[in-house]
């Protein structure tokens, strides 16, 4: 493996990531804290750094639902993820497979967290319905 670090460092991903997330925190449902934004890119840029070294798609499955758990919203995840591919095509000249491992971090990314979101939004609609029964004085059994 190539090491891509001095044509695409860590921070100026990292920065990338953390202004294109701003700009979906009022628009796109994130219920994520403003402060927590800053975090969010710092993390899924050295995330996306480990997987270019260890190619784990499993870790990567397991932060995409964490960030369906702490509540990022669709369009955040989207526009993160062009950002980080964009990144990477603009860096990848000299190493001329980095737009292929953003592609597969990113796809291995969107399909962990939007199986996790569905998950969280198909519990919350049974606890919804428990709830309403329990209200009406409807047996669940």
Request: charged residues 25%; proline residues 3%; negative net charge.
């Amino acid at each position: 493996m190539k090491d891509f670090s001095q044509h695409l460092s860590q921070d100026q991903l990292s920065d990338e990531l953390v202004r294109t997330l701003r700009t979906t925190v009022f628009s796109s449902g994130l219920r994520v804290s403003p402060r927590r934004v800053k975090q969010i890119g710092e993390e899924m840029a050295a995330d996306f750094f480990r997987y270019y070294d260890q190619r784990d798609q499993d870790s990567v499955r397991q932060y995409g639902v964490s960030l369906a758990g702490e509540g990022l919203g669709p369009r955040s995840m989207l526009v993160m993820v062009e950002a980080l591919g964009q990144m990477c095509r603009e860096a990848s000249n000299p190493v001329v497979e980095l737009p292929d491992v953003a592609g597969k971090y990113s796809m291995a990314l969107l399909e962990s967290y939007i199986a996790s979101r569905e998950e969280n939004l198909l519990r919350e609609q049974e606890l919804t319905h428990r709830a309403h029964l329990r209200a009406l004085g409807v047996s669940e059994g």
